[in-house]
């Protein structure tokens, strides 16, 4: 039995799927760890195969290569260095777990399963998993550690049992994504766990970003007296070393570790959307992005997203002006380039424009000008910039934002073109704020220039499509302050009528925002993906029938 523990805190970034590549990553981190004089190396959840692996985990042959790949790595811990806790899918009696194991002296040492599956939300872990039984303290070199995965700190039961069953230090493997408070509420929820238990807590969460998920890192430790002793960086790859020692009462207490205060809102909704697209581009393999850069402020904070996230070179964007574009919008799209260092090609529409009238000018005799001319000035830019894409390699940035998301105010095959959406879950007011903030500050990792990287003028003129002379986006919505405020209400927090003009709001504007969200619906479905940020990001988390009769909520 020994009284003394290095234990390395392993916030990695796997690739779903890379089954090598992880594996490279924890012996790396294992390396690293052993210089640094660890007994054991802590991984997040799943991270052999990366986290969610989906229904990749119910392919036979795919599981046959991750338990090849463990117990190739479980014989490396042979050579008396630290051992490893890793998080991978394990088959156990014909059936599959969401399991952390522990190598060591050159074996898998010991197995547990992940009792409760979350299926709310982003998770879908029930359909590919099955729950394993209450877990009992794994036995490292005389200490008992219990492991709780992820989801079974969420409620009291599995740390109970544990504690119950004689653990002494509390070792959480973790895929969390990212979303605005979600460190506090770790925070707070561990704290519960440990004021319970009488247990001090680590916590390792996987960082990096997959799909739609982008997840934060900000690995921590909590003492027995609730203390946070250690706490990692977020949004970015760290091994972390923690010592701990058994007390006289036999309580393990952490000498003093890195603590790295985490971000504020702001900048932390900014590097999840710079991480969440980098990892975007970079594990698909594309050589960069281009994106329209129009004057105003959607594409203005793309732009500066996407050469922080993968530096000017890998960033073009494309002016693609209209009879009714302003002169001052051409100014700010160049001013946007110029700050941010990227390529900015200028490309009219107004010859597809002509073209496509003098097409239709046959089957439209008779009918005055309406929404479907300004459609094909939006579905001339999406065309264009698809063009651009396959002749040159580059994936399209969607620019619009989670406002005009929800009230169907994007154009299908049009300004929804385009692989990935950066701006996808961020309401138009947040674009403002986030903006604002990236003119002040830079992060930490950044690609981008520090300083301004928004136009002024971008951030205090009305916001408008320039579909047609004079048109601003308050001509047929409310203001965006409101409008998002409803919104909010009606996607994050299900609230009714009552609810939401209670906060200062007209009834009849709350109606006519849930049928523009309502009808929207279908739009929403063909939507490129986009890095969750709030409590309910469309499509994954807020799924509603297209075809509905529950128009109104008066």
Known sequence: MTDRLTIALAQLNPTVGNITANIDRIRNARAEAAARGADLVVCPELVVTGYPPEDLVMKPFFLDLVEKAVRGLAEETADGGPAVLVGTPWRDGGKRYNAALLLDGGKVAATRF???????????????????????????????????????????????????????ILIVPNGSPYEVGKHDQRIQLSVERVTESGLPLIYVNQVGGQDELVFDGASFALGADRKLVAQAPSFTEHLMLTHWQRGADDVWTCAEAERIAPAGDLESIYSALVLGLRDYVTKNRFPGVILGLSGGIDSALSAAIAVDALGAERVHGVMMPSPYTSQESLDDAAESAELLGCKLDTIPIVPAMEAFERMLLPAFAGRDPDITEENIQSRSRGITLMALSNKFGAMVLSTGNKSEMSVGYATLYGDMCGGYAVLKDVYKTTVYDVSRWRNESIPVGALGPAGRVVPERVLVKAPTAELKPNQTDQDTLPPYEVLDDILECLVEKDLGVPEIVARGHAPEVVNKVWRMLHLAEYKRRQAPPGPKITRRIFNRERRYPITNGFTSIA
């Open 114 to 168: 992940k009792v409760d599956l979350p299926n709310y939300g982003v998770f879908d872990e029930k359909r590919v998993f099955a729950a394993g039984p209450m877990p009992g303290p794994i036995n490292f070199r005389g200490v008992r550690l219990g492991v709780p995965i992820c989801e079974d700190i969420w409620s009291a039961d599995v740390v109970e049992t544990l504690a119950e069953s004689g653990a002494e």
